[in-house]
């Protein structure tokens, strides 16, 4: 699977470089660590609209912990590998969002991006206080087209 590298200026991509700690034993990227580089796209989304973590528990007390996840494997990344990780918001409810995130690479000599894995995440807002569903900050998702 590939498309063509045309950065959107309003899109967010997170760049990563595969390391060794990424890799398994046959040099190619660990299924699990997907997830780690996943997550770390979705901290860099936060901290590029002036959010954390630690923001979004003590000053809107509120949690986002993942409900469900699915995830594709297409083929498999390795070390030194650059990769592209986009998201986006396939749907958002008051108190749940739907997010796919894909990891592509450069083919060799080329602008063509290679999808090499993806998931879809459900994630849930939630009170800190109570533990239960809370909706989404307002201008949490004002960049999005949805």
């Not at 989304?45 to 594709?72: A, D, F, H």
Request: some cysteine; proline content about 5%.
């Amino acid at each position: 699977m590939t498309t063509h590298f045309n950065p959107d200026p309003s899109a967010f991509t997170y760049i990563h470089r595969v390391c060794y700690s990424d890799t398994d034993a046959a040099g190619f990227v660990y299924h699990g660590r997907y997830l780690e580089i996943f997550e770390r796209s979705r901290a860099e989304w936060l901290s590029q609209r002036g959010l954390s973590p630690t923001k979004l528990i003590n000053e809107m007390n509120i949690v986002m912990p993942v409900r469900e996840l699915t995830m594709n494997f297409y083929k498999p990344g390795r070390l030194d590998d650059i990769l592209y990780i986009d998201q986006v918001i396939e749907h958002r409810g008051r108190t749940q969002v739907s997010v796919k995130q894909t990891a592509q690479r450069k083919l060799p000599e080329s602008e063509e991006l290679q999808v090499i894995a993806s998931a879809v995440l459900h994630i849930v807002c939630v009170d800190t206080n109570t533990l239960k569903p809370k909706a989404w900050p307002d201008g949490l998702f004002l960049a999005e087209s949805h």
